[in-house]
């Protein structure tokens, strides 16, 4: 198993922490899943859908948009 890296001093007195992250779109749940082997069993999902208490708006688009970018299957992004 990985780990996350030590924190370290970004220059502004916070600490921060790096950490790779694999992310695909469930195309059936329409939700960005999430996961890394840096730290065992981290699994998570994020959406935009009303009521869902997954919903972020926000870091949906985001990842989307890093989705498309990358070539892989995304949401569509209206505007993109």
Do not use: Y
């Not at 924190?7 to 922490?17: F, I, L, Y």
């Amino acid at each position: 198993m990985g780990r996350v890296s030590d924190a370290c001093d970004d220059h502004s007195g916070r600490k921060t922490a790096s950490l790779e992250l694999n992310l695909w779109f469930n195309e059936k749940n329409q939700s960005i899943d999430l996961a890394t082997k840096d730290l065992n069993g981290f699994v998570s999902t994020v959406n935009a859908k009303p009521g869902s208490k997954r919903r972020h708006p926000n870091l949906f688009w985001k990842l989307a948009r890093c989705l498309k970018e990358a070539g892989a299957p995304h949401p569509e992004i209206e505007g993109l």
